[in-house]
């Protein structure tokens, strides 16, 4: 296979994953992240708007609607993140083997880690009952429980579905074919966007049916997903005897490799939920404001995000092949990709932000000036995280992509339980104004976090230099 003639032409077809795996072991390593990338990117960036749109349409309901929906949205990505965890963390050994072009070890690790979700599936669909007292035991606002309660059940069962497509979707990653995932995923976004405009502007229901729209769409991408995944021939088919069968140790590597990812993610968003109630205390809607703020400033964040995200499956795919010094090239790429990236993406953003913002204020009763001003304040700051996310970002596929993951485990702890939640509460004690305090909050939170990151990254790039090193003179 010529790589030259993949990167000058070829690249723009769907590359078989043969194929692929040549191009991602000696291709051109900055238009190999744009290429996986800029999909990724686009993707989280339409996801982002739809997102807004969301928001929008609860803000549409009411201050406390809008509110619900953001504290309930934390609650969900912690059930999330322990499926996502457990894909991303996996997918790390299967990249890992199909670089190393093992790919009978790979098919296995791939069906051993549908089995595991589907018990993880399982566990989370007997806690639906017990919805209202778990609510009430993390001491959700009474007036979030009542219309939250059925938003968060339904949230539950798409979150389940949404399994399946994760695990497509990082199959597709795998293979290089970021193309479809964006194609797929704007699409369903659009069914879920024209579904949640009906049930709320013609026939006037509440947010529960915002979660069942995202239950609808889900489902739509779990029906176009599955074919693919038990397609025959791949390296990463489903095959039923593999996946009630089993291989001896391979569960036990997924979960070990995983579990990291699982517990940070849930960390990350417990944090979230832990914020949140922090920021009821000015106030119901001071949750929603600084649920807003994220959603916009994320517009730059996501974007930046789909060219990091693109990197973790290459490095791992170049460290299974032993390229060492690829894989920490591939990390400095990633960090030049997504920086220049986030400039753009943020001076878009500034000439957009009043007018997204009056959007999120208005509602069936008009422009609310109050809760505009609240989101502006927290807004200001919170913005500013995007550039420290970009390097943080970054470093964390890094690790992620070697299979660090307790070291992520770790900075991920680090950037909630030391430069959040603490910062937040000495913050409540000098600054008055509550969506100043959220939002300097936010910004140290995320450029702080960004710093030890990049330390780290640097002291493991160094050590796999010399690992590299060593190889290379013990092959002489």
Aim: net charge positive; with cysteine; proline share 2%.
């Amino acid at each position: 296979m010529n790589v030259r003639k993949i990167i000058e032409g070829e690249v723009m077809r769907k590359l078989s994953e043969k194929e692929f795996r040549e191009y991602s072991l000696s291709g051109n390593l900055y238009l190999l992240i744009i290429k996986v990338g800029m999909p990724l990117a686009i993707f989280a960036l339409f996801n982002c708007l739809f997102s807004l749109l969301d928001t929008i349409m609860a803000s549409h309901l009411g201050k406390i609607d809008v509110s619900t929906v953001a504290y309930m949205s934390q609650l969900r990505m912690i059930l999330s993140a322990m499926g996502s965890g457990l894909i991303t963390g996996s997918m790390i050994l299967i990249n890992r083997a199909y670089g190393a072009g093992d790919n009978e070890k790979a098919n296995i690790l791939m069906n051993t880690l549908i089995r595991l979700v589907l018990i993880l599936s399982v566990v989370f669909l007997l806690l639906l009952p017990f919805a209202p007292l778990l609510l009430e035991l993390i001491r959700t606002p009474e007036e979030f429980i009542e219309e939250g309660t059925v938003y968060f059940r339904i949230i539950v069962v798409a979150t389940i579905i949404n399994f399946i497509n994760l695990i497509y979707i990082n199959v597709e990653k795998a293979r290089g074919n970021t193309n479809t995932i964006m194609i797929v995923n704007i699409l369903t976004m659009i069914i879920k966007l024209l579904l949640s405009a009906f049930f709320i502007y013609v026939l006037e229901k509440g947010i529960a049916f915002i979660a069942l729209a995202t239950l609808i769409t889900y489902v739509l991408f779990a029906l176009y997903a599955l074919p693919h995944l038990f397609e025959k021939g791949s390296i990463f088919c489903i095959k039923p005897r593999l996946v009630l069968k089993g291989r001896e140790g391979y569960a036990k590597n997924l979960v070990n490799i995983s579990y990291p990812v699982a517990v940070e993610d849930s960390a990350f968003s417990l944090g979230k939920v832990v914020v949140n109630s922090m920021a009821a205390q000015y106030g119901a809607e001071m949750v929603g404001a600084l649920g807003i703020s994220n959603n916009i400033s994320g517009i730059a964040s996501n974007f930046e995000n789909g060219f990091s995200d693109a990197s973790s499956s290459i490095i791992s795919q170049n460290y299974g092949a032993k390229r060492y010094d690829r894989a920490i090239k591939a990390y400095l790429a990633n960090i030049v990709v997504t920086f220049i990236a986030s400039l753009i993406a943020m001076t878009i953003l500034y000439t957009l932000d009043d007018t997204l913002i009056k959007i999120f204020s208005t509602s069936r009763t008009g422009l609310d000036a109050s809760f505009m001003s609240m989101i502006k304040r927290v807004f200001v700051y919170d913005s500013l995280s995007c550039f420290g996310i970009a390097f943080n970002g970054a470093g964390m596929d890094f690790l992620l992509g070697l299979g660090k993951t307790r070291i992520t485990l770790f900075l991920n702890f680090l950037k909630i339980f030391v430069l959040r939640i603490p910062v937040l509460f000495i913050l409540q004690h000098f600054i008055a104004d509550g969506a100043t305090a959220l939002g300097v909050m936010m910004m140290i939170s995320n450029c702080g976090g960004a710093i030890p990151t990049t330390i780290i990254c640097l002291a493991v790039a160094r050590k796999l230099k010399e690992q590299a090193q060593n190889s290379s003179r013990s092959s002489e």
